[in-house]
Every structure is written in structure tokens, then in C-alpha cells.
């Protein structure tokens, strides 16, 4: 079993910083691309950023320039670094990871949330 455990959310005014954290733990072989996903409240969720193994990055346009996606291989980690926040950052932020477990399985596990909240 695979399990993906999400940090650092909260709240912060407009124009603060945060920094979520991901983790990935469990029976893995290896970690192909990672990345986070928010959910505003009463709209569907949407890809925020992603990271492939090799450490290319992709963004959604609205947060290009403002966030920072990294990850540590070695430790199974995913990192958004958030700044200049806004108040339409507000969501929910899930991780994803695509795993390949040691039955050689390649699957996609989500993390269960955390929140951010951008007052204006």
C-alpha cells in the first residue's frame, strides 16, 4: 500500500506565501511524474502544477511566475512553493503521484487534501 501524506497548508493574506509539502510512502519501486491539484470551493478540480522524474516542470498558466514546483527523488517528495498568493488561490490542494509498487503496478494515489485560504 501506497500512502501520500500532504503539509502546510493554512491561511495567509493576499500577497503571503505558503509551502505545501508531499510525501510518498509504502511499498514503491519508483515515482514517475508528481504534482498538485486544487479544488475551489464549488468548482472542479484543477491541475495547478506537475513534475516529471527527470525534474521537468508544468504549470497552469494562472500560477506561472508566482509558483514553484521541486522534488526530492531520494526521499519521495513534492514540494509547491506558493507566493504572491491570491485570493483565487483558495482551495484545496491535493497531491498526486503515478507509483510503480513492488508487484510492478503503475497507479496513481492522491493525497487526502489541505486547505489554503487567501484573505484579501
Known amino acids: 500500500q501506497v500512502q501520500l501524506v500532504e503539509s502546510g497548508g493554512g491561511s495567509v493574506q493576499a500577497g503571503g506565501s505558503l509551502r505545501l509539502s508531499c510525501a510518498a510512502s509504502g511499498s514503491i519501486l519508483s515515482v514517475n511524474t508528481m504534482g498538485w491539484y486544487r479544488q475551489p470551493p464549488g468548482k472542479q478540480r484543477e491541475l495547478v502544477a506537475d513534475i516529471t522524474s527527470s525534474g521537468s516542470p508544468n504549470y497552469q498558466d494562472s500560477v506561472k511566475g508566482r509558483f514553484t514546483i521541486s522534488r526530492d527523488n531520494a526521499k519521495n517528495t513534492v514540494t509547491l512553493q506558493m507566493n504572491s498568493l491570491q485570493p483565487e488561490d483558495t482551495a484545496v490542494y491535493y497531491c498526486?503521484?503515478?507509483?510503480?509498487?513492488?508487484?510492478?503496478?503503475?497507479?496513481?494515489?492522491w493525497g487526502k487534501g489541505t486547505l489554503v485560504t487567501v484573505s484579501s
Open positions: 498526486k503521484a503515478g507509483v510503480v509498487d513492488r508487484f510492478s503496478q503503475s497507479i496513481y494515489y
